[in-house]
């Protein structure tokens, strides 16, 4: 956890820790007047959004990082992909590497070679360019619920359902970029790692939601380890883990999560380094990896997240293998009224370009 994070979150903070809390918290005020402001431009008409012929399907959040927007925009881009619709996913491209490309870009890309993934901070210029050179059909807005200068036809979005409480009050004194109010926006509501809070808790939070968006559909889903992935390109399964000492490290928004996984899969993690989400590791990092592992003789394995794997590319660290810990997103409910709205757009859409 980073510690400005930790800062947020610490359900016991000490004086100090508790004294910036509250500093931070008093600068949310024009920050949510700041965000007022910009939402109650598009939704008074003062501000345009740009409406793209094909079908947008926006996917965000309200939290920064770790609700796991990538796996639920690899759902839809399988699901579209099975009924052969021609889909492009469109992100802001956020911690471009020397390719040009970001790690979520280069993970995508592996998991969906057939599936464009442009980047712009512009949306309305990738989904331009979607549809007149590559002549897609469904844009999926990725980390799109705040950039409303693209009109979507359907927002989905994305709730952790262990998101501490204390966590809750806007940026930069918590960790929220919106308020719940604005799920009134949303058509969908996704309570992701539901699996990781009881039914009472669950029940609790479908609620709160409910008050803030009566028009949502509510679904529940969970992470799920899918796959062991090793240069080049190989799949292995996440039984090999069971009993083994590893190594890990991410540079993701929500570290917690990938270590509780690694150790619910059996494996025994010795140690873990964590980075900012999105870093971009330079060969002091990989040196420094490299030495770490010396210090732990019984390890036989170093795991990290397929964001981090895409971009670090080597079979091994410091003699022992590197691998990566595919993650896929799995709706626990509500699936069938997912998929019966997105087949009605992918409807409405066809019969308007006819």
């Not at 492009?88 to 599936?115: C, H, I, K, M, T």
């Not at 949306?123 to 200068?149: C, I, P, Y």
């Not at 757009?345 to 019969?351: I, Q, V």
Request: charged content about 25%; glycine content about 6%.
């Amino acid at each position: 956890m980073s510690d400005w994070r930790r800062l947020l979150t610490d359900p016991h903070p000490g004086l100090l820790a508790w004294a910036m809390r509250w500093c931070l918290r008093l600068a949310s005020f024009p920050y949510a007047w700041a965000m007022w402001s910009r939402n109650a431009g598009y939704t008074w008409g003062l501000l345009k959004a740009t409406r793209s012929p094909l079908l947008v399907v926006s996917i965000g959040n309200l939290s920064v990082g770790g609700t796991g927007k990538s796996p639920m925009v690899a759902w839809l881009a399988r699901w579209m992909r099975k009924r052969y619709v021609r889909v492009a996913v469109l992100s802001r491209g956020y911690g471009e590497l020397d390719s040009g490309r970001n790690d979520e870009a280069l993970e995508f890309e592996l998991q969906f070679p057939d599936v464009p993934h442009l980047q712009n901070p512009d949306r309305r210029t990738s989904a331009k360019l979607a549809e007149e050179e590559l002549e897609m059909e469904v844009l999926l807005l990725d980390d799109g619920f705040q950039h409303r200068r693209l009109a979507r036809d359907i927002d989905l979005v994305l709730l952790d359902a262990t998101h501490p409480p204390v966590g809750r009050w806007l940026l930069p004194g918590g960790l929220m970029r919106e308020p719940l109010s604005s799920l009134s926006r949303a058509a969908v509501v996704v309570l992701t790692r539901a699996d990781q809070v009881n039914a009472e808790e669950l029940s609790r939070q479908q609620r709160r939601i409910k008050r803030y968006a009566p028009q949502s559909l509510v679904l529940t889903a969970q992470h799920r380890a899918a796959s062991l992935w090793v240069q080049p390109a190989q799949s292995r399964g996440v039984d090999q883990l069971q009993g083994v000492d590893v190594l890990a490290f991410c540079a993701i928004g929500n570290p917690e999560s990938f270590y509780r996984s690694l150790t619910e899969l059996g494996a025994r993690v010795v140690d873990c380094r964590t980075w900012r989400d999105h870093h971009a590791f330079t060969a002091d990092d990989m040196a420094g990896l490299a030495d770490w592992v010396s210090a732990y003789p019984t390890a036989r394995l170093m795991v990290c997240t397929m964001k981090d794997w895409v971009k670090i590319q080597e079979p091994s660290v410091g003699g022992i293998e590197l691998a990566a810990l595919q993650i896929e997103l799995q709706i626990l409910s509500g699936q069938a009224e997912l998929e019966q709205r997105l087949e009605l757009l992918l409807d409405k859409r066809r019969f308007a370009s006819d």
